[in-house]
C-alpha cells in the first residue's frame, strides 16, 4: 500500500500550469473552489444555458465554455456526470487537447471502460475524493481534508502523478491521505461497492427488515426507527472505531444476538450474488446495460425511481422524520 500526505507531495509540477474544471455539480464545485483557494489557477468549463454558469460566477471563479476551458488549459479534469462524458469529451474537449496535456477524473469509469480514448501523448490521470462535494468543501474550510484516491493511466510527460498529487493536495486530500491504485481497481471496486453494499445493498437490507416487521403487525413507524433510523448510529460507531467499536457500544444482549444472526441473514446465496455481480462489473454486462439505458434517455431509471418513492418505508420514513424535525419541508 502506498499512502501520500502533504509532505510527500511536491506542487512544483502545478506551477505555471492551468487547470480546467468541466463541470461544478459536487465535485466540480467544490474541488474548483478548493484548488483555486489553495492558490492553483483555476477556471471552470460550462455551457453557457446550464444552471451552473451563474453560480460558479457567483461564487467568484472564472468561467468559460467548455471549448474554451479546454483550449486554455494545460490539464483537464473533468467532473461531468460519468454517462455523459464520452459525448462531452470527444465533441468539446478533444478537439483541443494539446501534446503534454493533462486529462483528469475523479472516477475512472470512461478511460477503464475505453469510451474515452485520449492520444498517446496526454497523461491521463485520477484523484477522486472518498466522499461527496460538500463534504469535501466543508473539511477543507474546516483546515481538514477527507481521504482520497490517485491513479495514473498514462504518464506521457514524466510527472503525471506529481501533477495528480498536486491536485490532490491543493484539494485538501492528502491532509487526511491519498492511496495509490489503478483506474482498473478504482472503477471495478467503485462499482462493486455502491451496488452490493453501500446503495444497492443497504436500501434492500433496510427495506427487508422493515417490511418483515410490518408484515408481522408492528407499527411501521416502529418499525422505521428500529431498521431504518438506527443505521446512522451503528454505521457511524464502525466508521470510527471498526466492528470491534461498534460491539463494544452497542448492548451485550445487541451483540450476542447480532453475532450469532447476522450470518443467518447475509448467507452464501448472498455473496454468491455478490460474485456474479463482480463479474458483470470485470466483464463489461454492466457498462454495456448502462450505456442502453442512456440511449433510452433512463427510461427504466425513471420508473425506478418513481416507484421507489412509492415504498411504504419512504412515505412512512419522510412523515416521522419531519415530525421529529430530522427533515425540514421543502
Ligand atoms: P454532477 O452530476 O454533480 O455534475 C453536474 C455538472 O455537470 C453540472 O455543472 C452540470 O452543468 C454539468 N453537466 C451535466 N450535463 C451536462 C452536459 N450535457 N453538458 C455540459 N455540462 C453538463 O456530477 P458529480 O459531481 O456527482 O460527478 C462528477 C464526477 O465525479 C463523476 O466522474 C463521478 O463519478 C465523480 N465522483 C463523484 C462523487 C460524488 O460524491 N458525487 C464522489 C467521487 C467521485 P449544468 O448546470 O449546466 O447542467
Ligand atoms: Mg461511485
Ligand atoms: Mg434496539
Known amino acids: 500500500m502506498k499512502m501520500y500526505y502533504d509532505d510527500d507531495v511536491n506542487t512544483d509540477a502545478l506551477e505555471g500550469k492551468t487547470i480546467a474544471v468541466i463541470g461544478y455539480g459536487s465535485q466540480g464545485r467544490a474541488q474548483s473552489r478548493n484548488m483555486a483557494d489553495s492558490g492553483a489557477n483555476v477556471i471552470v468549463g460550462l455551457r453557457e444555458n ?165 408484515e408481522a403487525g408492528y407499527q411501521p413507524e416502529i418499525a422505521y426507527f428500529e431498521t431504518c433510523h438506527e443505521v446512522k448510529l451503528i454505521v457511524d460507531l464502525i466508521y470510527e472505531k471498526g466492528f470491534a467499536g461498534m460491539w463494544t457500544d452497542v448492548s451485550n444482549t445487541a451483540e450476542y444476538g447480532g453475532l450469532t444472526r447476522g450470518n443467518r441473514i447475509i448467507t452464501q446465496e448472498a455473496k454468491d450474488g455478490m460474485k456474479a455481480v463482480l463479474k458483470e462489473i470485470q466483464d463489461g454486462t454492466f457498462k454495456k446495460q448502462w450505456a442502453e439505458e442512456n440511449a433510452t434517455n433512463g427510461a427504466n431509471l425513471k420508473e425506478m425511481r418513481a416507484a421507489e418513492g412509492q415504498k411504504e418505508i419512504e412515505i412512512v420514513g419522510e412523515r416521522l422524520r419531519k415530525a421529529c424535525g430530522l427533515q425540514k419541508d421543502e
Open 50 to 214: 446550464g444552471s451552473s454558469w451563474n453560480l460558479a460566477k457567483e461564487d467568484g471563479m472564472t468561467v468559460k465554455t467548455i471549448e474554451d476551458a479546454s483550449k486554455e488549459a494545460d490539464i483537464i479534469h473533468i467532473l461531468l456526470p460519468d454517462e455523459i462524458q464520452e459525448k462531452v469529451y470527444n465533441e468539446q474537449i478533444a478537439p483541443y487537447v494539446e501534446d503534454g496535456n493533462t486529462i483528469s477524473f475523479s472516477h475512472g469509469y470512461n478511460i477503464h471502460f475505453g469510451l474515452i480514448k485520449p492520444d498517446e501523448t496526454v497523461n491521463i490521470v485520477m484523484f477522486a475524493p472518498k466522499g461527496p462535494g460538500s463534504m469535501v468543501r466543508r473539511t477543507y474550510e474546516e483546515g481538514f481534508g477527507i481521504p482520497g484516491l490517485v491513479a495514473v493511466e498514462q504518464d506521457a510527460t514524466g510527472d503525471a502523478l506529481q501533477l495528480a498529487l498536486g491536485m490532490a493536495k491543493a484539494c485538501g486530500l492528502t491532509k487526511a491521505g491519498v492511496l495509490e491504485t489503478t483506474f482498473q481497481e478504482e472503477t471495478e471496486t467503485d462499482l462493486f461497492g455502491e451496488q452490493t453494499v453501500l446503495c444497492g445493498g443497504i436500501t434492500e437490507l433496510i427495506n427487508a427488515g422493515f417490511t418483515t416487521l410490518v
